[in-house]
C-alpha cells in the first residue's frame, strides 16, 4: 500500500474501523515508513488536544456539542412516531412522522453539518419528551447551543407558552425585546429545530386563526387540538377580525385561549379588533397572559 492510500486512512486505522486485513496491511506499513507513522502520531495528538479541549469548561459556549457525534432513536407517542436526535447537552432536533433513520441523518446533516449515529435514547430522556407532548412542559434539556443567539431567545420564549394557549409572533417579538421584529419571529420559528418539544405551534398571527406551520397547517391544528384549544373560537374570531376578548366585570382583555378568558361569563364578554381597541375603551391587559404587543 502507497503512502498516499496509507494517510487518508490513517483517522480509520487509528479508531479500528477499518477491516482487520486493511488494519494489518497499514500497521506493517507504518512499521516501515517513518513519514507515515509521524503523521500518525500528528492525528492522534490532534485528536487529544481537540477532545481535552471540547472538555475545558472555559471553553466557548456549544463547542463540546460540536465535537460531539449525536446519536438519533424512534419513539413513539400521542402523535405517532417521533425521531429524537440527542446528545450530552440534551435533545438537538427532533421530526414527526414515519420516516427512516437515514431521512432523519440527512436532515441533521443538511442543519448542522454532522451525521447522526444510532442509539437507543435513555429511557428518562424517552419519559420526559412523551411526558412534555402529554403534558405540554419541558423539563429537560435542550441544546440550542449551535443555533444564532436570537433565534435561541425565541425558543426560550415559547417556552412560556401554557400548554392549551396560543400567542402571536408580535407577542414573541415583545418577549425577546424586539417588538418591531415580528417577520424575524416568524423565521426563527420555522427554523425551529425541535418543534412539538419546544412549541412554535402555540405562535399564531396577530390577525387571527392558526396561520402556517412548518410541519403543515392541519398538523399545528391536530397538536393544538390536542392540547385543548378551541379551533373552532379561534377560526370564528379570524373571520370576525377580531383578536381579544375582555370581562365587562374586571375591565381585563385577553388572548381569547388565557385561562383567564376562559372564565369569563357569556354576559360579561367582549371582543376587541386590537391592543388600542381595548385600551382606548378602558380595558388592561390581563397580567397572565400579557396581550399588549408594544407598550405605547
Same mark, same amino acid.
Given at each position: 500500500?502507497?503512502c498516499?492510500?496509507?494517510?487518508?486512512?490513517l483517522?480509520e486505522f487509528?479508531?479500528?474501523?477499518l477491516?482487520?486485513d486493511e488494519?494489518?496491511t497499514?500497521?506493517? /506499513?507504518?512499521g516501515?515508513?517513518s513519514?507515515? =507513522?509521524?503523521?500518525l502520531e500528528?492525528?492522534?495528538?490532534l485528536?487529544?488536544?481537540t477532545?481535552q479541549?471540547?472538555? =475545558?469548561?472555559s471553553?466557548p459556549l456549544g463547542l463540546?456539542s460540536?465535537?460531539?457525534i449525536?446519536?438519533a432513536d424512534?419513539?413513539e407517542?400521542?402523535?405517532g412516531?417521533?425521531?429524537?436526535?440527542?446528545?450530552s447537552?440534551?435533545i438537538?432536533?427532533?421530526a414527526? @412522522?414515519?420516516?427512516?433513520?437515514?431521512t432523519f441523518?440527512d436532515? /441533521?446533516?443538511e442543519?448542522f453539518?454532522r #451525521?447522526?449515529?444510532?442509539?437507543a435514547i #435513555?429511557?428518562?430522556?424517552r419519559?420526559?419528551v412523551d411526558?412534555?407532548?402529554s403534558?405540554?412542559?419541558?423539563?429537560?434539556?435542550?441544546?440550542h447551543s449551535e443555533?444564532?443567539?436570537?433565534?435561541?431567545?425565541?425558543?426560550q420564549?415559547?417556552l412560556?407558552?401554557?400548554? @392549551?394557549e396560543?400567542r402571536?409572533?408580535?407577542w414573541v417579538?415583545?418577549?425577546?425585546?424586539? #417588538?418591531?421584529?415580528?417577520?424575524?419571529v416568524?423565521n426563527?420559528?420555522?427554523?425551529?429545530?425541535t418543534p412539538i418539544?419546544v412549541p412554535c /405551534?402555540?405562535?399564531?398571527?396577530s390577525?387571527?386563526g392558526v396561520?402556517?406551520y412548518?410541519l403543515?397547517?392541519e398538523?399545528?391544528?391536530?397538536?393544538?387540538e390536542?392540547?385543548?384549544? =378551541?379551533l373552532?373560537e379561534?377560526?370564528?374570531?379570524?373571520?370576525?377580525?377580531?383578536?381579544?376578548?375582555?370581562?365587562?366585570r374586571?375591565?381585563?382583555?385577553?388572548?381569547p385561549t388565557c385561562?383567564g378568558a376562559?372564565?369569563i361569563e357569556?354576559q360579561?364578554?367582549?371582543?376587541f379588533?386590537d391592543?388600542? =381597541?381595548?385600551l382606548g375603551r378602558?380595558f388592561r391587559?390581563?397580567?397572565s397572559?400579557?396581550?399588549?404587543?408594544?407598550?405605547?
Open positions: 500500500m502507497r498516499n492510500s496509507v494517510l487518508i486512512r483517522d487509528r479508531t479500528g474501523e477491516e482487520v488494519q494489518k497499514i500497521k506493517e /506499513h507504518l516501515s515508513c513519514s507515515c =507513522d509521524e503523521s500528528e492525528i492522534e495528538t485528536s487529544e488536544a477532545r479541549y471540547c472538555q =475545558d469548561t471553553a463540546a460540536r465535537c460531539e449525536a446519536k424512534r419513539i407517542t400521542e402523535l412516531p417521533i425521531w429524537v436526535a440527542f446528545g447537552g440534551g438537538r432536533m427532533v414527526v @412522522g414515519s420516516r427512516s433513520f437515514e441523518s436532515s /441533521h446533516l442543519r453539518g #451525521p447522526l449515529e444510532r442509539g #435513555p429511557e428518562s430522556l419519559q420526559s411526558e412534555s407532548i403534558r405540554g412542559t419541558v423539563d429537560f434539556a435542550v441544546d443555533l444564532p443567539s436570537f433565534d435561541q431567545a425565541v425558543l420564549a415559547l412560556r407558552i401554557p400548554r @392549551g396560543v402571536s409572533y408580535a417579538a415583545k418577549e425577546v425585546g424586539k #417588538p418591531r421584529a415580528v417577520r424575524a416568524g426563527a420559528c420555522a427554523r425551529n429545530p418539544v /405551534h402555540r405562535v399564531v398571527p390577525s387571527g396561520g402556517n412548518a403543515g397547517s398538523l399545528k391544528r391536530t397538536i393544538l390536542h392540547e385543548g384549544v =378551541d373552532s379561534l377560526d370564528d374570531l379570524a373571520r370576525r377580525r377580531l383578536r381579544y376578548v375582555g370581562s365587562k374586571d375591565l381585563e382583555y385577553c388572548f385561562a376562559r372564565t357569556p360579561d364578554r367582549i371582543y379588533r391592543d388600542e =381597541d381595548a378602558g391587559p390581563c397580567n397572559c400579557t396581550p399588549l404587543a408594544y407598550t405605547a
